[in-house]
């Protein structure tokens, strides 16, 4: 082999942000003048380079380069030992490459922020508040939370008074903030705190000032401002009713009254009394001679009254009964996947069903088509999706289908819609509901 390479140092330290330089040198052991080019392997490429990049040597000769090590201040380059090599490789000889290694120890840091949400709240018994902490160092770090109320009027306290934060991560602590006193009326007061986030650091390094953020709760009254007008305002409106009964309308009934109770009045009344106590003993004494009176009104006699028939209201002129129908049906349908239908009704043997309304719902907002059939596949409604989320339809002449149809629905996806406040769906969703009246057709002759 006619190369030889070796790092100076097999071991080094690297602080982020900062740049270290590792000397490597290099000897031509061959017979002609050779170029050599120098490539970083290992998890530290990504922030080291070899300068300068390409190198010529005579034969017997030797130099020195040196790799840059430029491990970058933030979570992602995670503190600790990371071990790397320098593939030295021969132009002429790419097979004769040489491959010096080593190990970078990549050293601590620590970096960490904190807010407050929301940085204000207000309520009549507590306020609800989160600090949000963010590691933005190298290393996991525990978190101590405190917090100093600003009066002797409200006090705050955290769920949990620490916290382990990941590289590159953030947790959120819970702190409430209550009154010292309940407060039922007036006008709100309120109260300034300041919370803190204290890093706790290993020995030997340095000591991190803690984070400080100012917030703030507003006490509200427990009683409304508009409460005692609305209560006196409906006692007000009270009394008058009350006075307005007693001083008008109470009298004026009870005069009425008098004037109605006449001694023609009495006598009227009397002599409808009389009248009508006849027809009572006769209907008591309905069967007194043997006979026996039934449901139907037969009396003693052999007289027969005949019921009163009573109309069918679910049946039309031509005989055919009449009954309200209604039905539904939910289809799903993937994107790039065809078509998909679901029916909703199907017309029984004997039986004709007048469709006279049809609601489509899309509450997920897809894209695509929907098409309403009914009968021997008669398109009733072809839609685009992306136009609506509610769609409905009334015909005042009614669609007929007979026996034996359907009323279908028929989905094409091409773009699955996100509903507020929710995931994403894997298919489209669309429902459909009906109504109309079924008819039973009378035999024919």
Excluded at 74 to 86: C, K, L, M, Q, R
Excluded at 144 to 166: I, M
Excluded at 347 to 365: A, C, E, S, Y
Excluded at 379 to 407: C, M, Q
Aim: overall charge neutral.
């Amino acid at each position: 082999m006619s190369l030889t390479a070796s790092l100076d140092a097999s071991s080094v330290s690297a602080a982020p942000g900062e740049e270290t330089a590792v000397p490597l040198q290099v000897r031509n052991s061959g017979q002609t003048v050779e170029e050599y080019r120098f490539e970083v392997v290992g998890a530290c490429a990504a922030w080291s380079a070899v300068e300068p990049a390409v190198l010529s040597l005579y034969p017997g000769d030797s130099a020195t380069v040196s790799l840059m090590l430029r491990p970058p201040r933030d979570s992602t380059v995670p503190a600790g030992e990371t071990p790397f090599g320098i593939r030295v490789v021969p132009t002429s000889e790419q097979g004769e490459a040489v491959v010096p290694e080593g190990r970078v120890t990549v050293l601590p840091f620590t970096a960490t922020t904190a807010e407050l949400v929301p940085r204000s709240s207000h309520g009549s018994r507590r306020g609800q508040h989160q600090l949000a902490v963010d590691n933005r160092g190298n290393t996991p770090v525990t978190v101590r939370l405190g917090a100093q109320p600003g009066t002797e009027l409200a006090r705050v306290s955290f769920a949990v008074t620490e916290l382990q934060v990941a590289p590159g991560q953030a947790e959120f602590g819970k702190l409430r903030v209550r009154p010292a006193k309940r407060m039922w009326r007036g006008t709100p007061l309120t109260h300034p705190f300041q919370v803190f986030a204290a890093t706790q650091v290993a020995e030997g390094q340095e000591p991190v000032e803690p984070v400080l953020v100012d917030g703030s709760y507003q006490q509200e009254p427990l009683l409304p401002r508009w409460l005692p007008r609305a209560l006196i305002t409906a006692a007000v409106l009270l009394i008058a009713l009350v006075g307005l009964w007693y001083a008008v309308l109470r009298p004026a009934v009870k005069s009425a009254a008098r004037e109605a109770v006449t001694p023609e009045a009495v006598r009227s009344a009397a002599a409808a009394d009389k009248s009508k106590a006849p027809d009572q003993g006769d209907a008591a004494g309905t069967g007194a001679d043997g006979g026996t009176g039934d449901s139907a009104g037969t009396g003693s006699g052999g007289g027969t009254s005949k019921p009163t028939p009573t109309p069918n209201p679910s049946a039309t002129q031509d005989g055919a009964a009449a009954t309200p129908t209604s039905a539904q049906v939910r289809v799903r349908d993937s994107v790039g996947g065809g078509t998909n239908s679901g029916s909703a009704l199907q017309v029984p043997d004997g039986h004709t069903f007048q469709l006279t309304d049809i609601v489509v719902q899309n509450p997920q907002g897809d894209a695509g088509t929907v098409v309403i059939s009914a009968g021997q596949q008669t398109r009733v409604l072809s839609l685009g999706l992306e136009n609506f989320r509610d769609s409905d339809y009334h015909f005042v002449t009614p669609i007929l289908v007979p026996a034996g149809g359907k009323v279908t629905m028929t989905i094409d996806c091409r773009k699955v819609g996100k509903p507020v406040g929710a995931r994403t769906p894997s298919r489209c969703s669309e429902s459909l509901f009906l109504g109309g009246t079924m008819r039973t057709e009378s035999p024919a002759g």
